[in-house]
């Protein structure tokens, strides 16, 4: 099969791709600490050889530190504030409407992957979630879907109609370590095929939610992980993998959830009135219960918001408070789809919106989740040697949306 | 020989030694890429071997990361706030005198190093700069002396007065490896000669601020730090170690040192008169031309903190600024010895004062430093297995000056 070189580009980025394979691939939840802690046991070989090989080193992602915002930045190579996707849900002051922004027409730059198609590769999107696909396939012609509605593709709509004869499995539970070892396999099924020569992954975070590092089921979750990757690797594949954020555990001492509501703080102390918008809220709230490090006050009266931040400011367990403007500017937000201020916390607490919102009883072990600061930074793995310049953009200040700019420009000479 | 088991206090916290010689290194400068690096290449075997065995997660470090506010607050087990060290020079306004914190005198609270020492170990402090070790060895009976003025030790005053028969080796250049690696083998001398049961290795940041991660230099460095630390485990000590501050590039693409002057800035926003503190600044400039990412401020108009530090707040590459009841609670500091404002930077960013107060020309290499944000979470590595409530305490917000509580009471059933 022959493999298009032709030079494209998207947002303003020029990717000069060589006439090999390149897969990306998302780590979803992936903190350092996974990867450090398989590694150490010997359960990621192919990783180690990458490694020794190519390049691993850390980046910043964008923030949020939630799913849909850092895989829009990797589809787009940039930040939200070009991308407009901040969350799972905004408020819409003018409608006065909670909304959703799953959906691609919430997009607000193209992608590199319909770039890419366009150049003549032959690409292929594969999420874990459903709720991703429509955005990372946006106005590409190729071939997209889902782990969770596998079975159900079609030609016309997804690109193909036999995921699950490709793969040799049937689509997986999305509350499992499958729904991400599928993505993974489906990806290899693709490349080998001839089908895809230009490839996203993008994992789920399921077992991060559930799993610390170090717990075996992590350990053989990675393990599984590197065997795929050391598929693509014997495949030919360029291949870079990052993750969209860390994970830490949010957890008092007792192993309970350490939350602090923040529409409740707020009423109690300056009356009913402010909303707090949860981003990280989405169909899929069993592993977190809607609850993470970033959260979204509107208030009921705006001009008191240096006086409301910095009374939230000074409550044990928030760390940062920022009004629009400097969340708009400091945090990369697009004004319009984000509060009067914005509130992160810190590496051990969640904020919620009213104790109302928010199942517990949902968390099926002790909670992990993300969102905040402590959640920013994620590895960055390249298959191959970097260049100088690249070396040098490493060194930098390197962000993990960035990575098929390194996987694709990085690699060349 | 027998070892005292006697419980001690210090500032509130209670250690229970086990029986068995306790060592705790502080890796300087150690951001965990280091780590990840001399693991992948196969260049650690007995850190890896005690990862497996025992633990190796991340910790949150004391702010400013500086080498001496965290080592202050290893030994103390406390924050800043409380020990009073939170940098090498803070600003006496009553005086108006800019004041060195090299000395005990300024520290605010007991070291558990002294309380280990009153309760029947021998306890022995070796650090590679010698501005460290008058802190260090505040009130203790015992031996603390410095790589660097290992020769000129004396019993009277440093409880020792062989160190370079010990070592076999004479006193290192403190620019170099060895100053780090003397620290390591003095260590593992003096533990087997029976001189010391309670270890604390503080080793110094040269080589990382001279090189990075894959570095064949950085390599070898870890190597050697490898080999020592296989005789201490050897030795059958308990092995606690974590760093100070990480380690990032602050450089622009070309290589040249990315600086912002705070002080000139304001001279020309807001007219001259305020001044910045650098408080990494000390004797030891080479390596980093007294040039952090963390500066603060004290201004001519105290009374316009809000709107210059919003100003501020709004230059590209600051991405923190605090006024000081915020500092005083957020980052941890002593209010009497910051400023009206602290000011922090991006990744790939350093504060300065003037241009005049840095001389970049010392600079061997390219710029690499810390003192932010980004250099504040730190590994925290321990040699035995961790009981079920450090487990629990090393999932929740766990700092690098817990390291004692960890290697002590973590690994006690």
Redesign the interface.
């Known amino acids: 099969m022959s493999i298009s070189t032709l030079s494209f580009t998207a947002n303003g980025i020029t990717y000069q791709p060589p006439a090999a394979p390149i897969v990306v691939i998302c780590l979803d939840g992936s903190a ?2 996974y990867l ?2 398989s ?3 010997d359960r990621m070989p192919h990783l ?1 050889k990458m ?2 090989q190519g ?4 980046v ?1 992602g964008a923030l949020p530190s939630f799913t849909n915002v850092n895989n829009s930045s990797i589809v787009t190579g940039v930040a939200p504030a070009v991308h407009g996707i901040c969350g799972n849900f905004f408020y819409d002051a003018a409608l006065d409407q909670e909304v959703m922004m799953n959906a691609a027409s919430y997009l607000r730059a193209e992608t590199l992957l319909a770039a890419a198609a366009n150049a003549g590769r032959k690409v292929a999107v594969v999420t874990a979630k459903e709720k991703l696909r429509d955005i990372l396939s946006h106005n590409m012609q190729g071939i997209a879907f889902s782990a969770e509605k596998a079975a159900t593709a079609t030609i016309a709509t997804h690109g193909i109609d036999d995921v699950e004869q490709l793969t040799g499995q049937p689509a997986p539970a999305i509350y499992s370590a499958d729904a991400s070892l599928f993505v993974l396999r489906a990806g290899n099924a693709l490349l080998r095929a001839g089908r895809a020569d230009f490839l996203y992954l993008s994992l789920t975070d399921f077992m991060q939610h559930t799993y ?3 717990a075996p089921e992590s350990l053989d979750f990675y393990a599984a992980i590197d065997h795929e990757l050391g598929q693509l690797l014997a495949a030919g594949a360029i291949v870079g993998a990052t993750a969209d954020h860390g994970m830490n ?1 949010k ?1 008092l ?1 007792d ?1 309970s959830p350490n939350v602090m509501y923040v529409e409740t703080l707020l009423d109690e102390q300056f009356g009913k009135g402010s909303r707090v918008i949860c981003p990280i809220t989405d169909p899929y709230v069993k592993h977190h219960g809607a609850l993470g490090s970033y959260v979204v006050v509107h208030l009921k009266d705006a001009s008191r918001a240096a006086e409301i931040g910095r009374w939230l ?2 409550q044990p367990g928030i ?1 940062e408070v920022y009004d629009r403007d ?1 969340a708009v ?2 945090l990369e937000q697009p004004a319009d789809r984000t509060g009067d201020l914005v509130v992160l916390s ?3 607490v969640v904020l919620g919106r009213t104790p109302a919102h928010h199942d517990l009883s949902a968390l099926d072990s002790g909670l992990r989740s993300h969102g905040g ?2 959640e920013e ?1 994620v590895p960055l793995l390249i298959s191959h040697p970097l260049n100088a310049i690249y070396m ?2 490493a ?3 390197a962000r993990n949306f960035d990575v098929f700019d390194f996987t694709i420009n990085g690699t060349g000479q």
Do not use: C, H, S
């Open positions: 350092d600490e450090d802690a590694l150490a046991f180690k490694i020794q390049y691993r080193g850390m910043r610390a590092p170090e555990a957890q001492p192993g400011l000074a760390t400097t500017r400091l810190a590496r051990n600061r402590y930074m040098r953009k060194a930098g200040d």
